[in-house]
């Protein structure tokens, strides 16, 4: 009567020792995808930390002047150039007849 149970306890040993060389084959197997998932999961990192200072320096060049901002300030500076001219031509002729008054009230005075 207990042959069948050292018979079922043999087989059973069997079937463990296949089940556990199996589970170590699936682990061996595995160890390469685990290595990846680890490295998978550092790069995903990485492109979220890109990621964020990709979106910072898209907001900085979003704020920076354009070519036509330049332009404008251009044409405004050189508007601002012909006026600064105008009113140096106008000071000369203040200066000059700022000399005539000065001249003039010199000569007066000496009379």
Do not use: C, Y
Not at 15 to 38: E, Q
Request: glycine share 10%; charged share 20%; net charge negative.
């Amino acid at each position: 009567m207990l042959d069948w149970i050292e018979g079922f306890d043999a087989a059973a040993g069997i079937v463990g020792g296949i089940f556990g060389f199996s589970a170590f084959v699936v682990a061996w197997l595995t160890r390469p995808s685990r290595v990846n998932a680890t490295k998978i999961e550092e790069l995903q990192t990485v492109n979220a930390e890109l990621q964020g200072r990709v979106s910072e320096l898209e907001a900085v060049i979003a704020n920076q002047p354009t070519r036509d901002d330049f332009h404008a300030l251009t044409l405004k500076l050189s508007e601002m150039g012909g006026q600064i001219s105008t009113v140096s031509t106008e000071l000369q002729a203040v200066s000059r007849i700022a000399i005539r008054i000065d001249d003039f009230l010199l000569n007066q005075g000496g009379k």
